[in-house]
C-alpha cells in the first residue's frame, strides 16, 4: 500500500511563500508521475501542478510563474515552492501518485489578505 504524507502548510499573507512537501512510501515517484491538486470550500478539486519521473512539468494557467513542483527521487518526496501567493490560492491542497491513484491526506494553505 503507497502512502502520502503531505506538509508544509499553514496561514501566509498574500505575497508570501510556502514549500509544500509530499512524502511518499516506497520508491513509485521512480516511475511514476505526481501531482498536486487543490480543493478550496465548496469548490471542486481541480488539478495544479504535475512532474513525471524524467522530471517534465507542467502547471494549470493559474500559477504558472508562481508554483514551482519539483522532486527528490532519493528522498521519495515532491515539493510544490509556492511563491506570490494570493487569497484565491487558498485551499486544501493534495497530492497524488498517478500510477495507481493514491492521495494524501492534504495539507490546508491559508492565505489572506
Known amino acids: 500500500q503507497v502512502q502520502l504524507v503531505e506538509s508544509g502548510g499553514g496561514l501566509v499573507q498574500a505575497g508570501g511563500s510556502l514549500r509544500l512537501s509530499c512524502v511518499v512510501s516506497?520508491?513509485?515517484?521512480?516511475?511514476?508521475?505526481v501531482s498536486w491538486y487543490r480543493q478550496a470550500p465548496g469548490q471542486q478539486r481541480e488539478w495544479v501542478a504535475y512532474i513525471t519521473n524524467s522530471d517534465s512539468t507542467n502547471y494549470a494557467d493559474s500559477v504558472k510563474g508562481r508554483f514551482t513542483i519539483s522532486r527528490d527521487g532519493a528522498q521519495n518526496t515532491v515539493y510544490l515552492q509556492m511563491n506570490s501567493l494570493k487569497p484565491e490560492d487558498t485551499a486544501v491542497y493534495y497530492c497524488?501518485?498517478?500510477?495507481?491513484?493514491?492521495w494524501g491526506q492534504g495539507t490546508q494553505v491559508t492565505v489572506s489578505s
Open positions: 516506497g520508491s513509485i515517484i521512480r516511475i511514476s508521475p
Open positions: 497524488k501518485v498517478e500510477r495507481g491513484g493514491y
